[in-house]
T-cell receptor, first 112, second 120 residues
Framework: QKEVEQNSGPLSVPEGAIASLNCTYS??????FFWYRQYSGKSPELIMS??SNGDKEDGRFTAQLNKASQYVSLLIRDSQPSDSATYLC????????????WGAGTKLIIKP | DTGVSQNPRHKITKRGQNVTFRCDPI?????LYWYRQTLGQGPEFLTY????????KSRLLSDRFSAERPKGSFSTLEIQRTEQGDSAMYLC??????????????????FGSGTQLSVL
């Protein structure tokens, strides 16, 4: 059973600080990694994708991928109250015919 | 075309009734997915289409669930004889999958706003 694990939280971070969200996955042949943000009662929205080891930055967001350790993380710099949401990690692999395997999400709360 | 469209946004039904949801994907996308999501969980895969072909259906999916994408454009998801356990958010997503000689590149999923189903 291929799995994607996330700490459910809630993770509470003061406004302006760095929020760090982590995700581990079990399938070593995983190839594509995605972070989705989901506000309460809304659908998931893609915020970052990463395909190779290392860091990828987009504005205040940085995705970090370490395939050897099988984890992917998302850093949010200068956290804002509007960043408060659930962050879902999703992974796809050749073995799953590129279907996304989803984590249950981490609830992030940014405190003003 | 501004995104994936789902309707209705909300559906309340009585146990035992049939319900049907519709999804209109982004027009140039060739893949369409149906997911179900309950509170505190990630999306649960139900089924997906590549163009008009239904390529995969979750083994966990009851025979009461059926989906169609007759012309490779919009899709419908029908639940027959609804049960209270069917209450959830039903999400549709689309993507553009590309192929080269080596591998499939499944691009990013774009979700619709979802249909919230409540079975009383």
């Amino acid at each position: 059973q291929k799995e994607v694990e996330q700490n459910s939280g809630p993770l509470s971070v003061p406004e302006g600080a760095i929020a760090s969200l982590n995700c581990t996955y079990s399938d070593r042949v995983s190839q594509s990694f995605f972070w989705y943000r989901q506000y309460s009662g809304k659908s998931p929205e893609l915020i970052m994708s990463i395909y190779s080891n290392g860091d990828k930055e987009d504005g205040r967001f940085t995705a970090q991928l370490n395939k050897a350790s099988q984890y992917v993380s998302l850093l949010i710099r200068d956290s804002q109250p509007s960043d408060s949401a659930t962050y879902l990690c999703a992974v796809n692999t050749l073995d799953s015919n590129y279907q996304l395997i989803w984590g249950a999400g981490t609830k992030l709360i940014i405190k003003p | 075309d501004t995104g994936v469209s789902q309707n209705p946004r909300h559906k309340i039904t009585k146990r035992g009734q049939n319900v049907t949801f519709r999804c209109d994907p982004i027009s140039e996308h060739n893949r369409l997915y149906w997911y179900r999501q309950t509170l505190g969980q990630g999306p649960e895969f139900l089924t997906y289409f590549q163009n008009e072909a239904q390529l995969e259906k979750s083994r966990l999916l009851s025979d009461r669930f059926s989906a169609e994408r007759p012309k490779g454009s919009f899709s419908t998801l029908e639940i027959q004889r609804t049960e209270q356990g069917d209450s959830a958010m039903y999400l549709c997503a689309s993507s553009l999958a590309r192929w080269d000689r080596v591998t499939t590149h499944n691009e990013k999923l774009f979700f619709g706003s979802g249909t919230q189903l409540s079975v009383l």
